[in-house]
């Protein structure tokens, strides 16, 4: 099927502890997104990639990096975990184009816990 | 900067009645989009309606319907004949062309057999 395609679904890394988060999308979409979603603050944008070799910071980037390593894939990456990184992490791709909306298609999520 | 706010954290709807969810927003754009997603438990991020800043018209998509007020900037959802598997966070979303979308807080909604 079509669509945003994010591993791991679920993680816990002790603190300290690096790891990758994958995202891959088939849908030929130029602009690829990861946000963190946390109780009773919605979602937040961490980075985005608004073109192949792009990468941009969003609102909440401090202690991640990204890469965007073609066309179809963007991943995250934590360094070195900390216990307030732990959330549920959402990649997304979009369309930039009017005629389509410019409606997000999103992955099913990441939820990582930092112990 | 544009800012998107739900001021209800939670509601709560007998099943079959409706619902309004609200949602206010801030930009000095005159063109964007507006959405709304429901996130049931599975974690997925479904788009349930969405609005074009320049269409007078509000949107529906069968039982989802909004009330956009442009010049008061707000966005409310209703959800009529509501059912059970309305149930879910609902997240109200702005963007402006080719720009990143923005989320409210998010309301829970439960429903009430």
């Known amino acids: 099927n079509a669509g945003v395609t994010q591993t791991p679904k679920f993680q816990v890394l002790k603190t300290g502890q690096s790891m990758t988060l994958q995202c891959a999308q088939d849908m030929n979409h130029n602009s690829m997104y990861w946000y963190r979603q946390d109780p009773g603050m919605g979602l937040r944008l961490i980075y985005y990639s608004a073109s192949e070799g792009t990468t941009d910071k969003g609102e909440v980037p401090n202690g991640y990096n990204v890469s965007r390593l073609n066309k179809r894939e963007f991943s995250l990456r934590l360094e070195s975990a900390a216990p307030s990184q732990t959330s549920v992490y959402f990649c997304?791709?979009?369309?930039?184009?009017?005629?389509?909306?410019?409606?997000?298609?999103f992955g099913s999520g990441t939820r990582l816990t930092v112990v | 900067a544009q800012t998107v706010t739900q001021s209800q954290p939670e509601m709560s709807v007998q099943e079959a009645e409706t619902v309004t969810l609200s949602c206010t927003y801030d930009t000095s754009e005159s063109d964007y989009y507006l959405f709304w997603y429901k996130q049931p438990p599975s974690r997925q991020m479904i788009l349930v309606i969405r609005q074009e800043a320049y269409k007078q018209q509000n949107a529906t998509e069968n039982r989802f319907s909004v009330n956009f007020q442009k010049a008061a900037k707000s966005f409310s959802l209703k959800i009529s004949d509501s059912q059970l598997g309305d149930a879910a966070m609902y997240f109200c979303?702005?963007?402006?062309?080719?720009?990143?979308?923005?989320f409210g807080q998010g309301t829970e909604l439960s429903v009430k057999p």
């Open positions: 997304a791709s979009s369309e930039d184009v009017r005629g389509l909306g410019y409606g997000y298609t």
């Open positions: 979303a702005y963007r402006w062309p080719v720009g990143k979308l923005i």
